[in-house]
Structures are given as C-alpha cells and as structure tokens.
C-alpha cells in the first residue's frame, strides 16, 4: 500500500553558519534522531551543495543516457575495479529497469583513480561528475558528524572509523518508463548495504520509503537531498538505527533520472555492534561481526548472480543472530 505523504526535511543551514545556531543544529539533531530509529530516511535542504550543479548534473546525465549504447559503453575501466563501475545496464532477464554510469569519486592518493573512468562527452560531464562528488562528500561528512552527535557516540569517532573516502562512489542513473501492462519495477524493494546514501532527483518521482509496513513516496522537491542509512549503520547502532527500505517505481511513458552517492566504508573494516549499544546497556548483540569487503562481495554476487529464488537474495540478516 502506498500512502500519500512525505519525509522529514532537516534544514542544515546551522551547520554552515558562522554564529553559533544550537538551537538550529539542536533541532536538525532531533529530527534525523527520530528519522533514523523509525525509517531510516530523511532529505535535507541548506546543504551546501550548489542547485544549479545539481540541475547542471541532471541535464548532462539526460545527454548522456540518450546516447547510443555503443558510445555509452566505452566509459568502462579496467577488469581490476573492485566495483561494476563505468557504464552499466540491468541484464534484460532482471526484474530491475535501469541503466547507470557509476563512478569512483576523485580522492588523493586513491589507488582506485587509476581504475575510474569520467566520460568526456557531453562537454562539461566530466568537470560536472567530479565537483558534485565533491560538493557531495563534503555533506556527507556533516551529516556524518551529526549522525555521531544521534547516536551520542564520543566526539568524531564515526569520522574516525571511517575516515577513507577511497571507496565512496556515485551512480547516474535512468530508470526506464513503465510498460503498458504493468510492469513499473525500476529497481526491487532493497537496503544499501554502506553507511549514508544521498540522492537527488529529476521531478519524475517514483522513489518510496517503507515505513510501518506502507510505501511512502518521496515527492520530488526543488533543491532537496533525499538521505538513507544504510546496513553498516544498521549494525553497528545493533538495530536502534533503521537500514532504510526503499524502492523505485517507473512512470508510464516518461524516464527518471537520479544521482545517488554512497558515502562508503574501507572493505578491510571490521563491522559490529559497537558496546555503547550492546554490553554497556546490558544488550546482546543482533548481529555477528564480519569484514565489509566480504559482505560487499555477497551483495555484488546478488547483482551479477541473481538467485533464481528471492528468498536467496543476501541481505544484513545474513549476519543476524537469532534471537
């Protein structure tokens, strides 16, 4: 069932002023509190990246995926990328319809710059790409550090934890119109399995959030940026924090187009339940400890492998313990 309504808007403004607004960060606090223990899902508006790079970044992307797939399909990096990156198209046998440029985002240093590809046409692309990845990773880092504030964790232990932006990423994506006779999958009922997703949209519409067991459609709006948490929050908050549900349902006879940046963690990590959410409050922990790499790797399987049964999709509950 899908219900007519909207998510949470956290004006972050606050966080970019010079005075000392803690009334604003205070209540900017509260509300992605509360987002984040019911849906994992909210959008933040005053968040410093520039609306007209993000209008800029929709329109080139729209130039982009019209172009034939033969010239799409040399924007691809080499067979050592740890991801799918470059241009990439769902398999026609899958249930999800959908064509994405995904791209590694510029770090200093990264290992991974030699393995990324940015597409030099249309003109203005590749220099669009990477200032919105960086304009993104700068946010992402806010709302990180208000994120540690929510789960009332020791000052910059999420930035510690961490802190290599290496494996951050970015995806354009175009979800294809809906069939005439029915078929509106643009991308199946999922959770992302990093630590905070930031997405930003055409006016097509067609994202929703699960809450309380009803879809809930998430209204394009001008300027905002929808925000998730995803499973690596999920675990390490032992469940208090909510990986957020979500889907996206195509339109008849109009293509949407989106970005997503994922604000990443190194696979080497170790992910667990932290003891401010399991032993200090006498909790057990609901999900065993594992490398991120290795989950990384099993989601990854999910996309190029697809299971034959639903049911053998690997989610976070692959790691949970029983009760």
């Not at 203005?124 to 960086?134: P, T």
């Not at 199946?188 to 097509?204: I, K, M, R, W």
């Amino acid at each position: 069932m899908v219900v007519k309504s909207t998510i949470p808007t956290v004006d972050l403004s606050p966080f970019f002023d010079k005075g000392d607004d803690e009334d604003g960060k205070k209540k900017a606090t509260e509300i992605i509190t509360r987002a984040c223990t019911e849906s994992g899902f909210f959008q933040i508006v005053n968040h410093g990246v520039p609306l007209e790079l993000m209008a800029r970044a929709i329109d080139l992307s729209k130039t982009f995926f019209q172009y034939p797939t033969d010239e799409k399909l040399k924007w691809k990096p080499g067979p050592d990328a740890p991801l799918p990156a470059g241009y990439n198209r769902q398999p026609e046998h899958s249930s999800d319809k959908n064509e994405y440029l995904l791209l590694f985002v510029p770090s200093a240093g990264s290992a991974l710059a030699s393995l990324n590809v940015y597409p030099e046409d249309p003109p203005e692309f590749r220099v669009v790409l990477e200032e919105i990845c960086c304009q993104l990773s700068k946010t992402a880092s806010i709302v990180e550090s208000i994120l540690n504030e929510c789960m009332g964790l020791p000052e910059n232990f999420l930035k510690e934890y961490n802190k290599d932006r290496s494996n951050d990423f970015m995806a354009a994506l175009r979800y294809f119109p809906a069939t005439a006779h029915g078929d509106d999958n643009g991308i199946s009922e999922h959770e992302d399995g990093n630590c905070l997703t930031f997405v930003f949209q055409d006016d097509v519409g067609g994202l929703e959030v699960l809450k309380d067991g009803q879809w809930i459609p998430v209204t394009p709006t001008e300027g905002t940026i929808v925000v998730n948490v995803g499973d690596v929050i999920q675990v390490l908050s032992n469940g208090k924090l909510k990986s957020a549900t979500h889907r996206v349902v195509r339109k008849e006879g109009k293509s949407r187009h989106s970005y997503a940046f994922f604000h990443n963690l190194d696979g080497e990590k170790w992910v667990e339940p932290l003891p401010q959410f399991t032993q200090e409050i006498g909790e057990g922990p609901k999900y065993r400890g594992f490398r991120y790499k290795d989950y990384q790797q099993l989601r990854l399987r999910n996309k190029t492998h697809p299971p034959s049964d639903p049911r053998d999709v690997i989610h976070i509950s692959h790691y949970a313990i029983p009760p």
